[in-house]
């Protein structure tokens, strides 16, 4: 398993070695103590999937409260998936990083706590799961617009494309508008 930093050194890229033969694959996607090794700490008490179309469009979500970490891949389709560090105190808040995951590359990013988080979908549908380190809280749940200037997210889509939104992703906060909270919790 190869663990690399990304542009965001806390944000990790991690390539899982397959071992294949005429009978289908097998690759590792969570290993506690390679993970530890590569800086990853993490215990996990949430298993998700979803299952979205091209174009949709999910996030820029965190918690302001009980802050997950989140260790996300594809497993059927394409997506672009996004982090926006949020932590007031980091040399990168603000700033955000994006892969490409899906089921040819068999990329896994981890996405620790304090990010936001979104994906958008460019294959025809995707299934997208992901490991969290708490629980999901949607009291405590927040967005930050998706496209908020200020953090200048290329999303890759292309002059008449529209992404598809729920309403909390479309009525998302600008992160100059959400500084103020995050301040008390990050």
């Not at 200048?152 to 939104?165: A, N, Q, R, S, Y």
Request: glycine share 8%; aromatic share 12%; net charge negative.
């Amino acid at each position: 398993m190869k663990i690399s930093e990304t542009k965001i050194p806390d944000v990790k890229l991690i390539e899982p070695k397959m071992f294949g033969d005429e009978r289908g694959f097998f690759m590792e996607t969570w290993n506690e103590k390679v993970f530890r090794e590569a800086g990853i700490d993490a215990t996990f008490v949430q298993d998700n999937h979803s299952r979205s179309v091209k174009n949709t469009l999910r996030g820029l979500h965190y918690q302001i409260k009980q802050p997950q970490g989140k260790l996300v891949r594809v497993t059927r389709g394409e997506v672009f998936d996004v982090a926006v560090d949020l932590r007031t105190n980091s040399p990168t808040f603000g700033q955000w990083v994006g892969e490409y995951l899906s089921e040819q590359n068999n990329r896994i990013l981890w996405v620790p706590p304090g990010f936001a988080h979104g994906f958008l979908v460019t294959s025809r549908t995707a299934d997208f799961q992901y490991k969290c380190t708490d629980f999901y809280a949607p009291e405590y749940e927040r967005s930050i617009l998706w496209s908020d200037s200020a953090i200048g997210i290329d999303w890759g889509l292309k002059g008449t494309d529209e992404p598809l939104l729920s309403n909390k992703d479309r009525e998302g906060m600008r992160l100059e508008d959400a500084k103020s909270e995050l301040k008390l919790y990050y």
